[in-house]
């Protein structure tokens, strides 16, 4: 019988490790030199896979930011708790990508860190705020008076003021006038 357990996932560390592969790659981009035809086709190679890298940590800044918070809790069964487990130890194990490594290797590097964050980043979608961390960011929406969908978007870090201690649950996105 599968039992569903819960997982603790911190979206910032998982970020924080792909801007860190992405600036590894930036580097052993600028670091692969020469001519031809070979390496026209790896430039594009490491162009793409920069893209790649980069888009992932896109997407887990946009889900922190719509759930209002990095810390959830997963609430998983036993095989699916493997696989997202993995995924988090594969992206805290790799090491910063060397100027020195053969291109298959950085390449393989790419395609585990890729699948690695593509498990966590569909699986922390289902999640939700971890109850320590829930009041932790506030999303206001400044609008302007005109009608128009155009505004600023305010994210306030840290605990609630006492004035909206009654309303701290509600972390929709609220509009405000002049």
Do not use: W
């Not at 190679?45 to 992932?56: D, P, T």
Request: hydrophobic letters at 45%.
């Amino acid at each position: 019988m599968n039992r569903a357990s819960e997982i603790r996932l911190d979206l910032h560390a998982v970020v924080d490790k792909l801007l860190l592969v992405k600036a590894d790659l930036q580097a052993y981009a600028g670091m692969r030199g020469g001519d031809g035809d070979l390496h026209e086709a790896r430039r594009h190679q490491l162009a793409f896979a920069i893209r790649q890298v980069s888009e992932r940590a896109l997407a887990l800044e946009d889900l922190a930011m719509r759930l209002g918070g990095s810390v959830l809790a997963v609430t998983v069964t036993r095989a699916t708790g493997e696989s997202l487990r993995c995924a988090v130890h594969r992206i805290d194990r790799l090491e910063s990508i060397d100027d020195a490594e053969p291109f298959d290797d950085v390449v393989s590097s790419v395609i585990d860190i890729l699948h690695a964050a593509d498990v966590v980043c569909l699986r922390a979608s289902g999640g939700r705020l971890d109850a320590a961390t829930r009041r932790d960011v506030r999303v206001d929406l400044l609008a302007r008076t005109d009608g128009s969908r155009t505004g600023v978007v305010v994210a306030r870090i840290g605990p609630c003021p006492p004035a909206c201690a009654d309303d701290a649950d509600d972390r929709s996105v609220r509009s405000v006038g002049r």
